[in-house]
T-cell receptor, first 108, second 117 residues
Framework: KNEVEQSPQNLTAQEGEFITINCSYSVGISALHWLQQHPGGGIVSLFMLSSGKKKHGRLIATINIQEKHSSLHITASHPRDSAVYICAVSPPGNQFYFGTGTSLTVIP | GAVVSQHPSWVICKSGTSVKIECRSLDFQATTMFWYRQFPKQSLMLMATSNEGSKATYEQGVEKDKFLINHASLTLSTLTVTSAHPEDSSFYIC?????????????FGPGTRLTVT
């Protein structure tokens, strides 16, 4: 059983649509991370959060610690948002658990 | 913001040779760096945790004699794939934790694609 589960695995959206990616985890954590990986591989850290909600531009991340669930929202999606979005959690200590990622394709 | 670089970004080598990959924190000091590998369409798998000035801690199933890690300074860690074989072909990613922030944030490098022929 994976410590981190993401859904959906694949997502195709029309440009302008509102997108939600979900992440559930089963371990106690110090923080949850949302990462973006573009074709070609480089990873960018989008958010690190341990409670509540964070917003950066068109991206919004929320977390519910009691329910062990987080969501990443993209408003007014754009083709350049096409990437793999990865949820990762860090329990106290060095270990990092990664979800398998959600592959997002935004069609013009 | 915190930047982590990797060099080279891609490398092709012949079977049996060794390849060194560098991971540098450019604008912060990293007491801890992490090495991951990623196979196509799979998630990142932690290979080892590298602490400055001490031996790396390897995850179960990772051969420490094959994947040599050296964290010689607070800004540089290296991963050497020794006697590389085609099955070592993968995408290798490092990340670093900022010593000064004391948070659990990791900053990721852009990755190195290794192809062993």
């Amino acid at each position: 059983k994976n410590e981190v589960e993401q859904s959906p695995q694949n997502l195709t959206a029309q440009e302008g649509e509102f997108i939600t990616i979900n992440c559930s985890y089963s371990v106690g954590i110090s923080a949850l991370h949302w990462l973006q990986q573009h074709p070609g591989g480089g990873i960018v850290s989008l958010f690190m959060l341990s409670s509540g909600k964070k917003k950066h531009g068109r991206l919004i991340a929320t977390i519910n610690i009691q329910e062990k669930h987080s969501s990443l929202h993209i408003t007014a999606s754009h083709p350049r948002d096409s990437a793999v979005y990865i949820c990762a959690v860090s329990p106290p200590g060095n270990q990092f658990y990664f979800g398998t990622g959600t592959s997002l394709t935004v069609i013009p | 913001g915190a930047v982590v670089s990797q060099h080279p970004s891609w490398v092709i080598c012949k079977s049996g040779t060794s390849v060194k990959i560098e991971c540098r924190s450019l604008d912060f000091q990293a007491t801890t760096m992490f090495w991951y590998r990623q196979f196509p369409k799979q998630s990142l798998m932690l290979m080892a945790t590298s602490n400055e000035g001490s031996k790396a801690t390897y995850e179960q199933g990772v051969e420490k004699d094959k994947f040599l890690i050296n964290h010689a300074s607070l800004t540089l860690s290296t991963l050497t794939v020794t006697s590389a074989h085609p099955e070592d072909s993968s995408f290798y990613i490092c990340s670093a934790r900022n010593r000064d922030t004391g948070t659990y944030e990791q900053y990721f490098g852009p990755g190195t694609r290794l192809t062993v022929t």
